[in-house]
């Protein structure tokens, strides 16, 4: 996600917001900017690269001023570009308020605005959903400076954090924030403004959280917090202990539980302006330029790796379960080598998280050889494969550091859900019951915060203590949830190095089960409103009878579990089609306390890259 600093004070401004530029770069980024002003002029200088191309870049020249403002941008709207880094202005001619914005987050209504806005007469120079803010308050502008972005952002519909500064304030910097972070740091005659602490905390370990719907109004004599309805606020500023590094996981030990915590939030944003509740239907303006080619697909083949590829394997239920269109999954590495068969009205679908991962890489460009239509499915924004692509969807998801994917998981899940009902109801699903979807999908997000909640966080992290010394784990599901079954196996081998296979139940009399004894649990997905339940508890007593732990996660109502699960981890119950994006959460944390039970580096697991980008 994106990273903002503002500062007010005596100190070198471009020198302190360089250095708070620095101090976000943890959260990921593809390019940078700074502005700051002296009233005289409004400087802004932005790269497409790093930090230290920004610093070179404005190492000379007449950086002078009392404010200033910086953004690291990880782009979710527009390519990676100098023209859509932040910040962005209004019209280079409108003397009359030579202003500069920054934000983090996403405006939902953007095109709306600005059609508004370009119809009278602002002329936009990036293809960003930000620069609709910089002319809305330009529009807006009328001497007073926190007036006119308050009026601006009353007409926004998202998530932002912005920050704003103006030639004709040369004093002021105007923050706010909704649902996208933002925190005021007070020093002595110095503020700060950014989107975590560690941009200023080697300035000050005086903070004040905003919080949504909040402004903030900072000059060299202080700062004010009011409503976005004009309501002062009064808030002490609490002093915090942390290090930058912990400040940078935000708190946590590990990015892993960050990024698993995080979940709620970036499936809101994945969906963000992406669900029509009126029509029952979703909007996926990536794929627009080919939807037609997409609905009349005769197979779609999804190709991927790892984490992805478990994904794809979710994705291969919900697009022939509702949208009835053929589909299959192939790993990515054996997809480019076999010489597949692709007829014509053949789709291929390629999800990547990194957007570089190499062996998707070459079997996008093997089934682009052959004439398939390839659309993807990426979290990073400018990718190689997102590039590749004829078209695609971006997750929103935010940067994923750490190696094991959990958000991206989920967040590639919600998209081929999304994409599932744009096909099916461009087939036979009703409006019915595409809305009966779209509305349980909009909700999940708080379902997961269910799961999230410390009573149940203990649970699994008592069991991952009784079971972290295993060798082997049995991890079993049905159907939609067989693939949450081997995501979870991979997430539990590739951070606690513990052997975990993942089969489908009915598999076991298939072999696996001359594995059971005492010495292995089974992690198994028992949902009793899953018409499979009774085969489902059929395989547990299989696995009871033979003296093996089980570890079963089961919908929160579910009675008769407890006679037949050593353990049970509790999920909310979800129509059944959204199921995995709740099974797998408990499995995220059970790998995760396993793997901190047993010291091992969580973030960076032994061998693994976050990126495969070789062979
Ligand atoms: C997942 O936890 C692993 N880190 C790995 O399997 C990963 O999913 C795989 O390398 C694919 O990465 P991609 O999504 O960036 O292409």
Redesign the pocket.
């Known amino acids: 996600m994106c990273g903002i600093i503002g500062y007010v004070g005596n100190k070198n401004v471009r020198d302190v917001v360089i250095e708070g530029l620095h101090r976000l770069e943890y959260r990921g980024y593809d390019s940078a900017g700074l502005a700051m002003t002296d009233g005289t002029t409004l400087e802004i200088k932005k790269v497409v690269g790093k930090i230290n191309d920004l610093e070179r870049a404005t190492a000379h020249g007449a950086w002078k001023g009392a404010i200033g403002i910086g953004h690291t941008r990880w782009a979710t709207h527009g390519g990676v570009t100098e023209l859509n880094a932040h910040p962005h202005t209004g019209c280079p001619w409108n003397k009359n308020i030579q202003l500069a914005v920054a934000h983090n987050g996403i405006i939902e209504n953007y095109r709306t605005l600005k059609t508004m806005l370009e119809k009278k007469g602002h002329m936009f120079s990036s293809e960003t959903d930000t620069e609709v803010i910089a002319h809305l308050i330009e529009e807006y502008a009328n001497g007073d400076f926190v007036e006119a972005v308050r009026t601006a952002l009353n007409d926004l519909v998202g998530a932002y954090a912005i920050v704003a500064i103006s030639a004709s304030h040369p004093e002021e910097i105007v923050a706010a924030r909704f649902q996208s972070p933002l925190v005021l740091g007070v020093g002595k005659e110095e503020y700060y403004i950014a989107s975590d602490p560690s941009a200023f905390i080697a300035h000050t370990k005086e903070i004040i959280h905003i919080e949504d719907g909040e402004m903030v109004h900072l000059t060299p004599k202080g700062y004010k917090i009011i409503s976005l309805k004009n309501i002062p606020i009064i808030r002490k500023a609490t002093h915090i202990d942390w290090d930058a590094k912990k400040i940078e996981k935000g708190g946590y030990d590990h990015y892993m539980k960050k990024e698993i915590d995080e979940q709620p939030s970036a499936l809101r944003d994945t969906m963000r302006g992406r669900i029509d509740l009126e029509n029952g239907v979703s909007h996926l303006n990536g794929l627009a330029s080919h939807l037609e080619q997409l609905q009349h697909a005769k197979r779609i083949i999804i190709t ?5 590829w478990h994904a794809g394997l979710v994705g291969e239920y919900l697009i022939e379960e509702l949208a009835r269109i053929p589909a299959e999954v192939e790993y990515a590495s054996e997809f480019r080598y076999r010489s597949p068969i692709i007829e014509k009205g053949t789709v291929v679908l390629v ?4 957007g ?2 190499a062996d ?1 890489l070459a079997a996008l460009r093997e089934a682009k050889r052959q004439g398939a239509t390839v659309l993807g499915i990426c979290n990073v924004v400018g990718s190689t494969i997102a590039r590749e692509t004829a078209a695609g969807v971006y997750l929103h998801a935010g940067p994923e550091i750490g ?3 959990t958000k ?1 998981f989920t967040a590639q899940i919600t998209i081929l859900t999304l994409i599932s009902i744009l096909l099916a109801r461009s087939r036979a699903m009703s409006v019915e019951k595409g809305k009966v979807i779209l509305e349980a999908l909009k909700n999940i997000p708080e379902r997961i915060q269910e799961i999230l909640q410390p009573e149940k966080e203990q649970k699994i992290r008592e069991i991952a203590k009784k079971h972290a010394s295993r060798d082997h784990f049995l991890f079993l599901g049905r159907g939609i949830n067989f693939p949450v079954a081997l995501e979870g196996a ?2 539990l081998k ?1 951070i606690s190095y513990i052997h975990a296979e993942g089969y489908p139940a009915a598999e076991m009399k298939h072999g696996p089960i001359a594995l059971i004894d005492k010495r292995m649990p089974s992690v198994i997905i028992a949902l009793d409103h899953d018409p499979l339940y009774p085969k489902i508890l059929s395989n547990m007593e299989e696995i009871l009878a033979r003296g093996g732990d089980i570890i079963a996660v089961a919908n929160d109502n579910d009675k008769t579990i407890e006679k037949k699960a050593n353990h049970v981890l509790r999920v909310p119950q979800v129509p059944i089609e959204l199921s995995p994006l709740v099974t797998t959460i408990p499995l995220q944390l059970l790998a995760y306390y396993v793997a901190v039970e047993r010291g091992c580096d969580v973030d960076q697991p032994r061998n ?1 890259a ?3 980008t070789v062979e």
């Open positions: 991927a790796c790892g984490t992805s999800i990547s998280q990194s570089e991962t998707t190696v094991a994917s991206a991979l997430k590739e693994l976050k990126s495969v």
